[in-house]
Every structure is written in C-alpha cells, then in structure tokens.
C-alpha cells in the first residue's frame, strides 16, 4: 500500500517524517526520514519488553486495542496517536542501526492516513484488497479513535493471503491492472548493502535470526533473504509467514501459531500475561518452505 502512494507522488520516503506529521517533531522521531520508518533504522525506542505490563512498550499495545478496550487501563494513552507522542526516547542516531521497533510501522500508517485524508481499512479495500480480487473480507484491529494498527492485528484468509503473495510475484500487475508498482517491488527486493550490514549488527532480540538468515536484510517493511536471491518474507507475531519467491515463481503462505511464541490473551489484563519471553522468527517454517521450493525447482 505504501509503495502505491509512493509512486503517485503523495509520499517521499526521502522526506522527513515532520513534513507529513510535524506534531512529531517533539518526539525522538525529529530528524527521521520516511526512509528509516521503512527499513526499522530510526532511532527513537521506549521502555519495555511489550508483554511486560506497565511498560511503556505494553502501555503502547494497550492503546492499539491489541489487548482489548484499553478504557479498563487508566494509564495507557488513549489512542496510538497518543501513544506515538510520547515516545520522546532516542537511543541511536538515526541511520545507524537496526532494531525491529513496532511503532515504526504505524507512524508509516499515520503518514498514509494524514495524506490520503482517509482512515486505513478503507484506503486498503479500495487500492488493494479489491482490486486484487479478494474472496473475503480483511479484518484489522482499531483504536478508540479508528485508527488500524499498522504493526500487526491484521486478519485475512489463506487464500487471500496467496492472493496478495501472487501480487508480488506478477510484479503487482494481477486482474489485469497494474495495482503495486512494479518499481517499488523491484527496489524492495534489491536493499542497499548497508542494510545488510545493519542487520548483521542488530543486538535487539532479533539477533537470533543471524543463524537462521546470515545474510539477511529489512527494507521497505520486507524481510529480505539474501543478496543474491531477493526472496522476502513477512512474518506475524504468532510464527504466520508469506514467503515469496520471485525468482523461482514460489510463494508459501503459513497462518498456524507456532507453539514457542509468547500466547496473547485479551481477558483480564495483566493478571493473566505470560511473562515468558517471546522467540521472534518461526525457524522451522523457514527451513520447510526452503526444502519445499527447493524440491519443486528441480
């Protein structure tokens, strides 16, 4: 969706963040471009971890509606919106490092809410999930104000999520029209080699995934896998993965939970949180759809 703004010319991922929120510039997002919203490298953070209630982190998720109404939490903000203007902390220039940071991607869809006048869920199903030919309807998280979280809580079928994941395989040209430019998927596909060398750096509790993906990159909202190949990932909070493939025309899409992850309950927060720390990547999902693809390709 953000690729499409883009290319009308709506967005500049070069431009401050300032320029399409300026109530920011209060807050440790002063100095980032769009750019480092798009590759997790601004520098702004909060105290947490997210599943650790009363936390700035948690207090955060509480305002997303992800736990649940947030009214029963008088200290949570009351929006995201509210929430996005406290966070003032900064911990590295912006630029210099990568840290997977939730907030991040919801200040993009604030970017995306403020330019286009309309709220997301709307802005999806007339720019993506029609055009592409969705069976069912999309579902999304909201906050008190309607604002849908853009980090996660977005819900949707296997086989539209197929659809979504063959998109990107045709170079966003499906039902004969042209729906994600086929530039912005290209680009997203071939990261700068900085970024790679940033994720190589990463000691934020994604470090793990060096074992797993060595050569690994973020760019664009996008898992990348490797240099050489260009196939890119998402992947949710519970183990749900879309793999794609383009070079081998593969595209693997997972929507299980995986048991290792951290379970989210809604009811009577926080008594019944686990305070067990999450594992953040599906490992094993990755190994099987690489052993799948790779037996198709012979």
Known sequence: MFGILVHRGLICPESLVTRYLPELQATAYRGATVQHLLDMTAGATMKGPWHEPHTDYYNFCLASGYFGPAEAHPDAPADMWQAILRITEQEAPHGARFPYFDPNIDVLGLIMQRVTGKFLPELYSSELWGPMG???????????????????????????????????????????RQIVPSE???????????????????????????????????????????????????????????????????????????????????????????????????????????????????
């Open 134 to 176: 969705a069976e069912e309807d999309a579902c999304q998280i909201v906050d008190a104000s309607r604002f849908a979280m853009s980090s996660g809580g977005f819900q949707a079928t296997l086989r539209d999520f197929a659809r979504f994941a063959l998109l990107h395989l045709r170079r966003g040209r499906l039902n004969g």
């Open 184 to 298: 912005w998927i290209d680009a997203t596909r071939r990261p700068k080699p900085l970024l790679f060398k940033a994720f190589e750096n990463d000691a934020s509790s994604y470090v793990d995934a060096r074992s797993e993906l060595p050569n690994c990159a973020y760019h664009n909202t996008s898992w990348i896998e490797d240099q050489e190949r260009g196939a890119y990932i998402a992947w949710g909070y519970g183990g749900q993965v879309i793999y794609i493939d383009p070079e081998a025309d593969f595209a693997a899409i997972k929507l299980s939970h995986q048991p290792s992850q951290l379970p989210v309950k809604r009811a009577r927060w926080p008594d019944q949180v686990y305070q067990a720390a999450p594992k953040p990547l599906p490992f094993d999902s990755f190994a099987a759809i690489r052993a799948i693809r790779d037996e198709l390709e012979r």
